[in-house]
Each structure stands twice: as C-alpha cells, then as structure tokens.
Nanobody
Framework: QVQLVESGGGLVQSGGSLRLSCTAS????????MGWYRQAPGKEREFVAR???????YYADFVKGRFTISRGNTKNTVYLQMSSLKPEDTAVYYC??????????WGRGTQVAVSS
C-alpha cells in the first residue's frame, strides 16, 4: 500500500520559515517526479513546486525566491523549505509523487498557518 506522510507544518509569524518533509512508502517503481501543492480555505488546490528525477525544479510564480524544493538522499523523500512566509501562504500543503509523468500518489496534507 502506497503511503505519503507529510510533516513539518505549524504556526509561524509572517517572515518566518518552515521546512516540510514528505516520505513515501510502498511505491514499487522508481519515483520520477515529486511535488508540493497547497489548498487554502475556500480555494482550489494549487501547484507550488516540483522536482524531477534528475533534480530539475519548477516553481509557481508566487513562491519563487522564497521556497526551495529538494530531494532526500533516500530518493523517497522530498522537502519544501519555506522562507519569508506571508499570511497568504496559509494553507494545507500536500505532497505528491509519481513513477510516471502525472502525479498519482498524494499525502493527507500538513497545515501551515502564517500569522500577521
């Protein structure tokens, strides 16, 4: 059974930092793409960042220069370092992974709250 577990969320003041982690288990094939999405209250889920098997990264415009996505050494872990956080970054952050081209596996999310 595939399981993605996120951690690292919490409450932080505006301008602060958090580091999210996500570890996968039960994926039989090599993971080719890892990413983060978020969903704020009353809004649709939106893309945040992704990293592929060779380390190429891509970010949503609203996080460029503030967030950094990276992979762990074990190849089934992905991180999201978030800095200069703003109240509008408040959301549930979801980890996503796949062994193909489109995200197939999703975590349950971790709450990030940024106070002004």
């Amino acid at each position: 059974q595939v399981q993605l577990v996120e951690s690292g969320g919490g409450l932080v003041q505006s301008g602060g930092s958090l580091r999210l982690s996500c570890t996968a288990s039960g994926i039989a094939s090599d993971i080719t793409l890892m990413g983060w999405y978020r969903q704020a209250p009353g809004k649709e889920r939106e893309f945040v960042a992704r990293i592929n098997w060779n380390g190429n990264t891509y970010y949503a415009d609203f996080v460029k220069g503030r967030f950094t996505i990276s992979r762990g050494n074990t190849k089934n872990t992905v991180y999201l370092q978030m800095s200069s956080l703003k109240p509008e970054d408040t959301a549930v952050y979801y980890c996503a992974m796949t062994s193909g081209a489109a995200f197939k596996y999703w975590g349950r999310g971790t709450q990030v709250a940024v106070s002004s």
